[in-house]
């Protein structure tokens, strides 16, 4: 996965269907990346670099592509990889996985079952235990690793809002959150959108 070379948007689509593994002190938890949301950065009046903004909080998010930015809000860890080169704040938010190894052990985290286990930033996180030292670490070089090659592929790719991003001018509504169509795992997902989610994925 090119963390530098390419668009932030172009990645956040990408990243859809790719298999996301933890390995946490007790077993491999896995899963399949279901909704991301992109930030593009200085000029976008959601993102964490806007402005050039810079604290010791969001110094990860200036590193190279490919470094985990991670941060608490409202309690929650959220997970976003960083997409351009070093100095440009941009990344991709993780919002919502597809579990596959280990669902017993993150049904237990979650005090959940089903698509709840996993169907929001910080429902995914939770289930497989990140911790927040991850922060400022590299994809691949630690506990945290992506797997390109035994990937899904969306049937479908949406694409709306960013959710939970108000006043924010035209960055509101931009639509800049992709989500594997009809995958139960999506965050908010109406009951009567739901689909079977191997139908989401091509065979």
Sequence with gaps: MDFIHRD????????????I???DEQQILTGYIVETE????????????????RTPK???????????????????????FVTQQEGIPEGVLIRAVEPEEGIEIMAKR??????????????????FNIPRYLDGSRLNEG?????TKNRKYPQRIEESARIGIPNKGEWTTKPLRF??????????????????????WRM
Excluded: C
């Design 143 to 147: 506990r945290l690793l992506i797997d």
């Design 179 to 200: 989500t594997v169509k009809g995958n139960p795992y999506v965050s908010r997902m109406k009951k009567s959108e739901m689909d079977n989610p191997d139908l989401t």
């Design 8 to 19: 932030t948007i172009t990645i956040a689509r990408d990243l859809l269907g790719v298999r």
């Design 38 to 53: 992109a930030y593009v950065g200085t000029k976008d009046q959601a993102a964490h670099g806007y402005k050039g903004k």
């Design 110 to 127: 979650r005090g959940k079952t089903g698509f709840e286990i996993t169907n929001g930033p910080g429902k995914w996180t939770k289930a």
């Design 21 to 23: 593994i933890f390995h």
């Design 58 to 80: 969001v110094e990860s998010l200036y590193k190279n592509g490919g470094t985990i930015y991670a941060h608490v809000m409202h309690t929650h860890l959220l997970i976003n």
